[in-house]
C-alpha cells in the first residue's frame, strides 16, 4: 500500500500543471444550427478562413447511430497561426482554431473553443504574446456574438 502512494504521490507531483482550463464554454440562446450559422458568418465578416464545418450528428445518423446535435467548426487567420507556429512549432496540432457547437443532455446549447491561455502553456510559446492577445480577444467576441 506504501509503496501504492508513494507512485501515486510521483505521478501527481511531477505530471505538468496548467494554470487555465483547456476550454472556454459559453451558453447559447439559440439552437446549434443558429448558433453554428452565426459563428459561421461571423467568421467570415472578419474575413478569416473557414476551412470545415463538421456536422457529427448528420455522420453519426449516417451509419445510423443517434448523436445530439454538434457541429465543429475549423476557421482562423493564416497570418496569426504562421506568427505562432514560428514561435512553437508544435502549436500547429492545435491550429486552425475550432469551435464545438453542441447540445447537452439538458437541452442546453454551448458553444466552446481553445483557451489560448492554455495553449501558450502547452506549447510553450514565447515571444508571441501581442498575437495571443489578440486571438484570445478575437475568439471571446465570436463567441458572445453567436451565442447573445
Given at each position: 500500500m506504501k509503496s501504492l502512494l508513494t507512485i501515486f504521490s510521483l505521478l501527481i507531483f511531477t505530471m505538468p500543471t496548467f494554470a487555465h482550463d483547456h476550454l472556454i464554454t459559453v451558453e447559447s440562446q439559440h439552437s446549434v444550427q443558429d448558433t453554428a450559422d452565426k459563428f459561421v458568418q461571423l467568421v467570415e465578416n472578419k474575413?478569416?478562413?473557414?476551412?470545415?464545418?463538421?456536422?457529427?450528428?448528420?455522420?453519426?445518423?449516417?451509419?445510423?447511430l443517434e448523436l445530439r446535435p454538434t457541429e465543429v467548426i475549423l476557421f482562423g487567420n493564416p497570418n496569426a497561426g504562421t506568427l505562432l507556429m514560428q514561435c512553437a512549432a508544435t502549436v500547429a496540432i492545435d491550429l486552425p482554431q475550432k469551435a464545438l457547437v453542441w447540445e447537452d443532455a439538458d437541452g442546453t446549447v454551448k458553444l466552446a473553443y481553445s483557451n489560448p491561455a492554455f495553449m501558450k502553456e502547452l506549447h510553450a510559446i514565447e515571444g508571441c504574446d501581442p498575437v495571443l492577445e489578440k486571438i484570445t480577444g478575437l475568439l471571446a467576441s465570436l463567441a458572445a456574438a453567436a451565442t447573445e
Open positions: 474575413g478569416l478562413r473557414l476551412f470545415a464545418r463538421i456536422d457529427h450528428s448528420k455522420n453519426a445518423a449516417g451509419v445510423d
